[in-house]
């Protein structure tokens, strides 16, 4: 049986796509930096991993936990997940 495999580049494309998406929706300033990145790994994997390892320093600065996860969420998967429980 034959896998599929995704090329290089185009995985780093599907990955520096969701990064703008994940970034737009934290409302994070540190998206600017995707297509340094995004360039810099297709000339060299090793600048292209630099570069992403400050990118997520810059992240960092930009989102906080609550902006993720908030109490209400939390609190909605735990009763999902403890009225889902039931069934087994």
Do not use: C, H, Q
Request: hydrophobic share 55%; net charge positive; aromatic share 10%.
């Amino acid at each position: 049986m034959k896998e599929s495999r995704i090329g290089g580049r185009s995985k780093r494309m599907i990955w520096g796509i969701i990064a703008i998406i994940t970034g737009l929706v934290l409302r994070s300033k540190a998206i600017v930096l995707i297509p340094l990145v995004y360039l810099l790994a297709r000339k060299n994997k090793d600048l292209g991993l630099i570069a992403y390892f400050f990118y997520g320093v810059a992240l960092i600065g930009d989102v906080f936990v609550k902006d993720i996860l908030s109490f209400e969420a939390l609190k909605a998967l735990l009763l999902g997940a403890l009225s889902g429980a039931d069934g087994f």
